[in-house]
């Protein structure tokens, strides 16, 4: 049991190290790009969202996106209210994150730890960047197989395999088991790879699946929260509105979820797809939802926490 726990901790630390490098190529490559667009393509919340989805993709990771958000915030080089639309943007990027892993990519492992490795040792920094998006990305899909091979011998751990039945029977214990690990673990990819691999291999059901990445979604404001610590006003408004758009979305979409599978289960055969596709229409309907109403949106935010903080 122990091996097995050791080891499933050994492919979450392989996940994570191999967004970060990933992550760094892409900061490395545009780090001087990004700040300077999102502050020219926020003047309106259409051009926000589509500026927050265009970023998070790129960056592959909705927290880096908030972390900037927060510190253009911070410096009062964007308003608060201007940011509502960057952050509606982030959430629905980061479901491209989720749609690379849905695809069986395994084969590409090899080449791409390869052709990583020998771009790491040049001394340019545009191939060194690339590099390290293409060494982070085979580490991903290494540690994504490992999860999809550990997720048989887990399960077969009688504690493991009540969480799940428990889970299976009652959705809000995995919206609860999601806001802690994606918490603990500050990224919300990392969980729902993990859901997805259960979902795969036919331990977990879809709607368990789903109230996992549900709970994802929420605990991962706690990376953009941590960033506002010490910083303006506004930059914590930024970081309280992250964490109501999230919540709304989950009020709105859990008490449906089991309808809401149903649903999904018809938009392919493909489980791991399946879930892609819950968290983006997660992520598409909670934004339409919120962006006509931003203005007063933005003002419940700061009538709630403004004086607290």
């Known amino acids: 049991m122990s091996e097995w726990i050791t080891l499933f901790a050994i492919f979450i630390s392989l996940f994570l ?59 009062k080089i964007i308003r608060f209210k201007q940011c509502i639309g960057l952050i509606l943007g982030a959430n629905i990027g980061t479901v491209f994150t989720l749609e690379l892993l849905a695809f069986e990519l395994s084969y590409l492992i090899i080449p791409c730890l390869i052709i990583g490795a020998l771009l790491l040792f040049s001394s340019q920094e545009a191939t060194f960047s690339m590099g390290c998006f293409f060494f982070g990305l ?20 009688p504690t493991v395999y009540d969480w799940f039945m428990w889970s299976q029977e009652y959705t809000s214990l995995g919206l609860f088991i999601g806001i802690i690990l994606s918490s603990v673990i500050q990224s919300s990819s990392a969980v729902s790879a993990m859901a997805m691999s259960f979902l795969d291999e036919n331990i977990l059901s879809l709607p368990a699946s789903i109230a996992i990445v549900f709970g994802a979604n929420i605990g991962t404001c706690a990376t953009a929260w941590l960033a506002s610590l010490g910083g303006s006003k506004d930059a914590k408004l930024a970081a309280y509105a992250h964490i109501w758009i999230n919540i709304i979305g989950v009020c709105l979409f859990f008490p449906f979820i089991e309808t809401f599978s149903e649903l999904i289960i018809l938009t392919s055969d493909n489980k791991s797809q399946q879930l892609v596709n819950a968290a983006f229409l997660f992520n598409i309907i909670s934004a339409l939802l919120i962006l006509p109403v931003i203005s007063p949106f933005s003002r419940f935010i700061e009538w709630i926490h403004y004086r607290k903080i």
């Open 17 to 75: 190290f191999g967004m970060f490098v990933m992550r760094h190529g892409l900061l490395l490559r545009f780090k001087t790009k990004i700040p300077y667009l999102t502050y020219q393509f926020i003047d309106h919340p259409i051009k926000g969202l589509l500026t927050g989805i265009i970023a998070s993709a790129a960056l592959q990771s909705s927290s880096a996106v908030m972390i900037i958000t927060i510190g253009l915030v911070s410096t």
């Open 138 to 157: 085979g580490i991903i899909f290494v540690s994504m197989h490992g999860f999809e091979t550990l997720a048989a011998p887990l399960s077969a751990i």
